[in-house]
């Protein structure tokens, strides 16, 4: 956690217990200091003077009992010093003074969210804070960059390495972004009944792209970046605990572990790749596909209009991964329910990558034949064009069907196009076991 | 928070439909909410003419300073809550289903009245006493000062001339623009509303700002009036006639009538004009 820890080792019981803190509770301090404040810098500056100073005093005097309102208040008073510094209007400063007695009088300090009167009080700060990152009037990496900063609070050089952009660029996309929310009037505010599906959508699409990120980095040499896969799960985890209603976050959020779940089979201990059908099940994390499992089981929620309920593409991509953690060794895995769901989830967007792993899914369930079909003419599109999963799904075919050489020329198209290092190796690995002529 | 919103076509533009133009219906709903300060359709393209000082002299063109899909057709200034029913607004305007709305935020300068508006109050209801244009005041390269950037003042800025043409009776109102990073844009699609970022990076020119005019000398009028603009020597001036129509009147006949004359410039030509602003 940035700015926090000085010169002093911390007691490891109190560093836990901020470390803690961070995780549970910054987005939460700065979202509520966001809505007092109605300034971003302010909010951010004082939530981190805030998690300084219980690194400062914490050790002395023992982690408060509710580690989150202490938080929250020393944020406040920072944020009131700072803005009363600054020469902010006497009502704003006034109405800081009033929430300050309100909470002097309660029992212990509560929870600011109760202490606040608001338009919305159902909603949690949080919530908020959620939408307005993910606002569609940002540019998509903008949105990116904001949610992993402002709700996950992960520092700026943390985002920057993630996406392998120089720090002073990730500094300025988000600054950038601020800037647009203050200046364009974006709304702090969780939006109407008749906007919420489409922005729930966009919000879903910022943690999907932060988890494929994590998931298949897209450039560099490790092939998973751990940090941001777990970072969207806890992004993830945080809007289904606050908007438990929403199906497709609990469906997001089931795909996000069952992924997740193989990421320890993912890798050999060289760093290379082992593809699904090879890796070893007993290593698949239990507890997240449970978890994932039970998360599907209960997002079938009947929906209120007749007919049919409709899965959402989350769902669908997360019920492909749920056929693969229910299977317990390879070929075992039903295919067919598999091809199922890809054409179900054709039908929802005409993407090429969807159209891949459909072909890959018919080649596994129906001959191998049945997917280089498709792949062929996927590849007469040009839709795929220099993407290395293409060549490298025909060469597996080519493979399957005993057609060495065929299987080689692909392979060898495959690696020239890979993007990370350990796909390289997988390929020219998988290159050298085809038979000989 | 007041916004300008701007109807243009746009590189994705559909044709076209007047039967399905709902203009009067969207006018009378913003009306009803007393959203809408102020809006106008605009003459087409080629009945632009941009004006430009460079080192001391007045260069004077035909036609829009950007290619005609991008060009603007009319504008609105609107005061909603935020961006979100700004955006609302916009995406049920008639154009949004064809073309699309630029959502520019003014630049809210410290020392204003809060309740003071881009459009005067009672507005609508001025009697028009001379020829009104559009002045739209555009950054781009090539000029012979920085680009004025939304935030600052400058030195050379706008002050004096807004004194001289508010003096002058030229004047109407005008404002500011925050910059492209700042821009919205809204458009609907198969009824769905589709919102992006209106800042591309790669905008080498932009509309930084706009003032309405009214002037009694007709183009060359307007002509030396925004030549003496500062932003005339550091970037462009568009000059815009406004092409009023009744919102209500049936769309298929109007845009019937409007065919004869569309491809034609109605101005006088921007080189005769402008050798009439020297006379």
Redesign the interface.
Known sequence: MPGAGGATPLAPGIAAALRGAYRSDWARVVATLIRVTGDWDVAEEAAAGAFERAAQTWPRDGVPRNPGAWLTIAARNLALDRLRRRGVEADKVGEWMAMQEAIGGADGPPDPADVVADEEPAWDDRLRLVFTCA?????ME?RVALTLRTVGGLDTGEIARAFHVPEPTMGQRIS?AK??IR?????Y?V??AD?LP?RVEGVLAVLYLIANEGYLASHGDELQRLDLAAEAIRLTRLLVALMPDADEARALLALMLLQHARSAARIDAAGDLVPLPEQDRTTWDAGEIEEGLALLSTAAIPTREPGPPQAGPYRLQAEIQAVHARARSAVETDWPAIVARYDALSMFADSPFVALNRAIARGMAFGPQAGLDDLALLEASGRLDGYHLLPAAQADLLRRQGEADAAAARYRDAIALARTAPERRFLERRLAELPGP | ?E?ALFYAEGADALPYAPADDNVGEWVDDVEARGVSEYGERLRPAQDATTVRVRGGEVLVVDGPFTESKESIGGFDVIDV????E???VASRHPVASFGRVE?R?FVRWPDADPDSRIVPAGFAERPVRGRRYLLLVVVEPGGERAPAG?DRAEDDGPEAWVREMDGRGVRLFGEVL?GP????FVRRRHD??L?????FAEAKEWVAGFDLIEVQGGLAEAIEVASKHPMARGGAIELRPLWPFDVHEDHVARTEREAADLGRRLEPAAAVAAAGSER
């Open positions: 606002h569609p009037a940002l540019p903008s950038r800037r647009k200046h364009a009037g974006i709304p505010r939006p109407a906007l489409e | 928070m916004y809550r935020d961006l979100d700004a955006i609302e959502i935020p939304g925050r990073a700042d821009a919205t769905e509303v919102v992006t970022d209106g800042g």
